[in-house]
């Protein structure tokens, strides 16, 4: 399974991005798949998760960001709105674990960088 992110970019704080995960196989999309970030000098830390239309958030996602995916696509989607400079990571997106626990996931793609100014 390969699991390619786009999306990332620079964006002033406030505004928008919807980042994509691509997957290789739809076997991925029907697993728990989760978004995670790392920011420099920190630990991978989970962001969101969606499993069987099920969704959960971290408590600074709650409200601002909006995990989605697309089972013909084999896509997976972070939508951010409302960003903030502590946003700023790189975000990865995550295939076949449990919850969000970073070491459980199995597949993961290469991230994709978020800088909020």
């Known amino acids: 399974v390969q699991l390619v992110e786009s999306g990332g970019g620079s964006v002033q704080a406030g505004g928008s991005l919807k980042l994509s995960c691509a997957a290789s196989?739809?076997?991925?999309?029907?697993?728990?798949m989760a978004w995670f970030r790392q920011a420099p000098g920190k630990e991978r830390e989970g962001v969101a998760t969606?499993?069987?239309?099920?969704?959960n958030y971290v408590d600074f996602a709650k409200g601002r960001f909006t995990i989605s995916q697309d089972n013909v696509k084999n896509t997976l989607y972070l939508q951010m709105n409302g960003l903030k400079p502590e946003d700023t990571a790189m975000y990865y997106c995550?295939?076949?674990?449990?919850?969000?626990?970073?070491?459980?996931?199995?597949?993961w793609g290469q991230g994709t960088q978020v800088t909020v100014s």
């Open positions: 995550a295939a076949d674990g449990v919850g969000f626990i970073a070491r459980s996931y199995n597949y």
């Open positions: 196989t739809y076997t991925a999309t029907r697993e728990r």
């Open positions: 969606i499993y069987r239309d099920v969704t």
